[in-house]
């Protein structure tokens, strides 16, 4: 499988700021995805993140709401912009393709945000 | 709409004991996916199986899939206390890769000591 990290694990927020959302791998990948917990439900993918290209978001999210940057093949950023405390979520980045697994999707350990 | 159900939602057994979790899918797959998460921390991947497998094992853990039924079950044998956690399953479907996975509102599982 991959190493992923993410940065930060959590981080404490006012209302009407911005965090940007770090996630790297330790290989080169070429699908990345961002997905959200929301408190006590399941994951929703909010955008997949393709080298060279603009992200390509689900239904329900936009790129104003969540810029999303991929540079390269091991490094994707999230960031949560105008941020309310409807934003309050566990964001996890995940791999497909690493490591010689084909269709496995590896997840980062998260980043619980907490919008005061 | 969300893909994934998951029954039970919660499950409590005694350690040493079996723990079955099902899952049901509206569309067709390519593969599903179980995965194990931790109080709220990042997700553990458990095993894929793919639309064409029926039946999959990896240690203790036993996965089918039933594509006329749309259903998969996790077969967890001889349960410890350690396997406490929250499992999802998660369908991929569209393009065979770069699928985006609909996860499964999960079954939180209790291994009581």
């Known amino acids: 499988s991959a190493v992923i990290s993410q940065k930060p694990s959590r981080d404490i927020c006012q209302r009407g700021t911005s965090l940007t959302i770090q996630c790297q791998v330790d290989s080169q990948v070429t699908m990345m995805f961002w997905y959200r917990q929301q408190p006590g439900q399941s994951l929703t993918l909010i955008a997949t993140?393709?080298?060279?290209?603009?992200?390509?978001?689900e239904s329900g999210f936009v790129i104003d709401k969540f810029p999303i940057s991929r540079p390269n093949l091991t490094f994707s950023t999230l960031t949560v912009s105008n941020m309310s405390p409807e934003d309050s979520s566990i964001y996890l980045c995940s791999v497909e393709g690493a490591g010689g697994y084909y269709n496995e999707q590896f997840f980062g350990p998260g980043t619980r945000l907490t919008v005061l | 709409s969300q893909q994934g159900e998951e029954d039970p939602q919660a499950l409590s057994i005694q350690e040493g004991e079996n723990a079955t979790m099902n899952c049901s899918y509206k569309t067709s797959i390519n593969n599903l996916q179980w995965y194990r998460q931790n109080s709220g921390r990042g997700l553990v991947h458990l095993i894929l199986?793919?639309?064409?497998?029926r039946e999959k094992h990896s240690g203790r853990l036993r996965v089918t899939l039933d594509t006329s039924k749309k259903s998969s079950s996790l077969l967890i044998t001889a349960s410890r206390a350690a396997d406490t956690a929250s499992y999802f399953c998660?369908?991929?479907?569209?393009?065979?890769?770069?699928?985006?996975?609909?996860f499964g509102e999960g079954t939180q599982l209790t291994v009581n000591p």
């Open positions: 998660a369908t991929a479907s569209g393009e065979t890769s770069g699928s985006r996975l609909t």
């Open positions: 199986i793919r639309s064409n497998e």
């Open positions: 993140a393709n080298q060279g290209s603009e992200a390509t978001y």
